[in-house]
């Protein structure tokens, strides 16, 4: 059986250790740190505003608007012609988007709901 006498000097061991830490680190893959993502607050004003005016023959028209701090919006438009005929709209916008409801005694006309928009319809005036 043959030996090999391999002859070392352990007070280098410390150090040899030490440059395979620093070989083992150098080594490694770099992480890239990224910014993190802002974050976007909407912060919504409430309002409310309307109005109504005629022109004193029978034509009327009106608008209403208000909205809360969730940026809910609700209201309503219409106008009354000086024959009778009216069509007069609620509707909302929000968060399940914008849904009407129209009402309305105008000929040519039908009840009928397409997609968020529901007509409610009268018969017209005499």
């Known amino acids: 059986m043959i030996h090999f006498a391999l002859p070392m000097d352990f007070r280098f061991l410390p150090i040899l250790l030490m440059?395979?830490?620093v070989t083992?680190?150098?080594s490694a893959p770099v992480q890239e740190e990224t910014?993190?993502?802002?974050?976007i607050v909407e912060v919504y004003n409430p309002y409310n505003f309307g109005y109504e005016f005629g022109d004193g023959v029978g034509m009327t028209q009106h608008k209403h608007e208000s909205s809360?701090?969730?940026?809910e919006v609700k209201g309503s438009y219409g106008y009354t012609d000086p024959?009778?005929?009216y069509r007069s709209v609620e509707y909302t916008a929000g968060v399940d988007g914008y849904k009407a409801i129209v009402r309305s005694n105008e000929p040519g006309l039908s009840s009928q709901d397409t997609a968020d928009?529901?007509?409610l319809v009268e018969p017209p005036s005499p």
């Open 19 to 21: 440059m395979a830490a």
């Open 24 to 26: 083992i680190t150098l």
């Open 35 to 39: 910014a993190p993502t802002p974050v």
């Open 68 to 71: 809360d701090i969730n940026g």
């Open 83 to 85: 024959n009778g005929l």
């Open 117 to 119: 928009v529901t007509f």
